[in-house]
């Protein structure tokens, strides 16, 4: 007989991510490690100067999960970076803004 070893239990409970707005704007409860990665797009039009990014959640089976897109501010001087919940709609009158970052 072939014993397969158990697999321990994580004892960080899942991360729920449906509600991107509600997760973006709560912290991460006490404990719990939320691996992410921020990847930087700069292909398109205007974007080489300003090159979108967005945060990725990296779940243990490999999976992504997309939760925030970035890009600076084109009239602004000094560095602000406008926050959203949509990849798409980078604007801050959109109802996916967030913030922005100084």
């Not at 707005?21 to 039009?45: H, N, Y």
């Not at 992504?64 to 970076?81: D, E």
């Amino acid at each position: 007989e072939v014993a397969s070893a158990p697999i321990p239990p994580t004892n960080e409970p899942a991360i729920d991510v449906e509600d991107l707005e509600e997760f973006s704007l709560r912290p991460a409860p006490q404990g719990v490690r939320v691996k992410c990665r921020i990847t930087r797009d700069k292909k398109g039009m205007d974007r080489g100067m300003y090159p979108t990014y967005y945060l990725h959640l990296e779940r243990e089976d490999g999976k992504k999960v997309f939760l925030l897109a970035g890009r600076k501010r084109k009239k602004s001087k000094t560095s602000n970076y406008l926050i959203s919940i949509d990849p798409t709609d980078l604007s801050r009158g959109g109802e996916s803004f967030i913030g922005k970052l100084r």
